[in-house]
């Protein structure tokens, strides 16, 4: 046991690696102490009804997660027995990291996104001997199977989902009869946002994580477009409301049946294909109603709850019962039913959770940000007990808060000193990030009030400078939501919320959102550093989404030094965590973090957009010529005096009998027909062709042929002399051909000449020919950047590296040619190659477009890896099939440049 004061914050794995660690909390010490080994799967509950954040913890273990765990592990140690050959590319092409090391440019997956889906596809392809005591269906509260994963937010698990799909869809495509799979996926959301979010599952996007997060190896990339994909909102699950039908209608109509309302929600699948269902934010999706809570706003959120998993899980019943559903994956960073005041945890838990790695491993890995809450504060005395917390650990159940803040008033009323002096704290902590990062969009605030009419009393304060911080009280800044993103029907206030902290759009100035009970899933706002919960939080559960809408990272900057994530933080008020690694406020905090550039594409620029052909693979396409050297052929000549075409016969016993001979000239008959010329140069052809070298008998047979006989042809018709009457010149012509095969093909194979010639050319994406600059999705990068109002670039800075780092002057400077550049980072340019038998992805470093249409892949290497040398090979074949084309592709060189460039490396 390593005690934590060890470590310089609670980041102490990989990402990209099993956990090797994690922290325990010890009672006695009130401290973290790191324990070797990864964490069980499971939660934290309060024991007892005690109030939340006080008393003892218990830690309930998921009995069938930690069942299944260590059975992926072998099975995947043992080189995943049983899959199909799809599967086992897939596979190996999402582990192709974990094997050989980061690949520069390269997308590599997080842990957590690998083990789930290799769970996933555990529990569908592993030998059943494996899979003994699982009994996933009885454990499911459906017809069908449902499979859970829990991811915690801001752990990709899109990219999961589109890994799902993509492993059901090639392998039904590479396997129509087998019945485990389907190429029809229904992905089904909680509301208008996400499910605008998740359009990036469809291939034929621009903009789609198959391509950015290289999700399908180049090799399968083209059969990605045959899988149908629906995306809807749950409210599109439905049954036809009546009301909306003439009352005689209304009257003689029946219910919709379940094949009717199938067919008219998932009108674009055929009508006799299974369906796969992916359930997003699948806690929604639930049988069990709660128990109805204590106030207003609570039994008005559990009714809403209530009727939103009504509609979902009753929907895909109707389609289960008309199509079939083969098996419903849901996805959850929280998988809970509501279970209200009968419960001591106040939920019950999913019974199908496959795979676990939740806020406690995320937080640990770095994938989100590290919570820092208030443990201690001024009014913290000697006479009060260990235990005992800061006033702003659970503000609501602070005295007179609770009573306060339901007061029904007008907005103009004084806040709670406690409720103030909390907003004041927060508010200069906020500004002081503010001026730490000094540009681009500011940091964002959250206030999660329990009514309207505190969140109004808030908003009044703030913008009428009663809580302290001018800097955050503008009008245009400050954002109040009052309800869900989906039930705002001012679409320009909707899109200010849900582009909150997003450079160029209308929410990127957002400094304070103040929202009500809990803000919308899919709200993915990056930028959040303060959050203040002015409402009661009844279980840990409730905690964990409330804050889980603040904790997502801006930065993946990996610390050369130690291998993991740089920690980001937020800071909590109000939400009563006692289960989570958090870091108390208290004393000298974690200190200022670096400064994040946001990388975004100019839309201004839009003249230095460069597109990039995109390539599934190169095709080697080998033609063999056969030709003849006349000068090593000879002439031939035939003549009837040398070659017989007739014969005379007569009868015979002892002497021929010469008084009755006759002319035996059936030959004439035969052979002096023109299509027996044909025939004869046919038998040739053949002849030749049969004994040409081993290597060249069974290559392009027809082809080979047809070249043979044309120069058999042209032999006879050059070299073939006929000595005979021109009276019969034809026929005898044609009767000693036939008569002459084989001295012909003798003649015409030593003069024969065997050639090749191969050429390499470009299979585009069938749908996205080229990939562009303009879609490139935004990220934040706190290492050093390069940018300049001369940049030739479409992208805002480049990152920069000892090994580049005057690049962009010289191409901005001091190249007249130059047209436009990009550093390939994040734009998802890849070159297929393949190494160890597996097809790979390459990404250049640079691609620089020159005047003429001309384009120079600049690579520059550090140190050389095993693999770099085939990276260089089919960078070079890959320039040299889009040059046979350069009308379409326009023309390409490949360079690789040991040192750092100088303008003689990047001259054309």
Known sequence: MEPENKHSGFVINSPYFEPKYHFEYDDNSESYHREDGRRKAGYYVTVGKQEVGKGAMQFLELELANMIRPRVREWKEKGYPNVTSTTKKLLEHWNRFNQEGFEQGGQRYFWCQVEAIETIIWLTEAPDAVKVGINLKDRSDSDWLRACTKLATGTGKTVVMGMIIAWQALNKIASPKDT???????????????????????????????????????????????????????HALAPKKKESLPKVMRDTMGDESDNAFTKRVLSEFPGDASILVINDEAHHCHRHTAEIGKSKEDKELEKKENEEATIWIQGLDKIHKARGIITAYDMSATPFIPKGRTSNTGFELFSWILSDFGLHDAIESGLVKTPTIAVRDSSYSSEQVAGDKSKFFHIYYEDGIQEDLNKKCERNVDLPDLVRNAFKILSTDWLATKKEWNKGVPPSMIVICNNTFTSQRIEYSILN???????????????????????????????????????GKPGADIQCVIGVNMLSEGWDANNVKQILGLRAFTSQLLCEQVVGRGLRRMSYDVDESTGLLKSEYVTVFGIPFSFLPIEG?????????????????????????????????????????????????????????????????????????????????????YLGKDYRLKQSIFAITTSIKNNLDDSWKNIDDGNKFQQIFKIVSSFIEKNVVIDADKTNYDIYKNILIGLNTTKITSLVRQAINLSQDTKSYPIPDPINKFKTTSVMTGWYTARDTYSSPEMKCH????????????????LD??????????????????????????????????????KGNKYLLLEIKGKEREQDQTKCDSAKLWCEALNTDKESWGEWQFRVVKNKPTVKDLIW
């Open 180 to 234: 485990r799979f389907s190429k029809n996926i229904l992905v089904v959301a909680p509301g208008i946002t996400v499910r605008q979010r998740l359009s990036v599952l469809i291939p034929s996007n621009e903009s789609n994580y198959y391509d950015d997060f290289d999700i399908v190896p180049p090799s399968l990339k083209e059969y990605i477009y045959q899988a149908k994909i629906v995306i809807l909102n749950w």
């Open 585 to 669: 406020k208290e004393g000298p905090g974690p200190g200022p973090e670096k400064p994040k550039t946001f990388i975004q594409v100019l839309k201004q620029k839009k003249q230095y957009q460069i597109l990039f052909p995109n390539i599934l693979r190169v095709q080697k396409e080998t033609k063999y010529f056969v030709d003849i050297d006349w000068e090593k052929t000879d002439k031939l000549t035939l003549s009837p005096t040398e070659n017989p075409v007739w014969v005379q016969v007569a009868p015979t016993i002892d002497r021929p009998d010469l008084s009755q001979s006759q002319k035996m000239d059936s030959i004439q008959e």
């Open 465 to 503: 400078s009663h809580l302290g911080v001018s800097e955050i009280a503008e009008k245009d800044k400050v954002l109040r939501i009052d309800s869900t993103a989906e039930d705002i029907e001012d679409e320009a206030l909707r899109e200010r919320f849900n582009t909150v902290g997003k450079q």
């Open 795 to 810: 992208i805002s800075h480049l990152v920069q590296d000892s090994k580049w780092e005057n690049i962009g002057k010289i």
């Open 813 to 850: 400077n001091e190249i007249d040619d130059v047209v436009a550049w990009v550093k390939n980072d994040h734009l998802a340019f890849t070159i297929p190659y393949i190494h160890k038998g597996l097809m790979r992805s390459y990404f250049p470093d640079f691609v620089i477009k020159y």
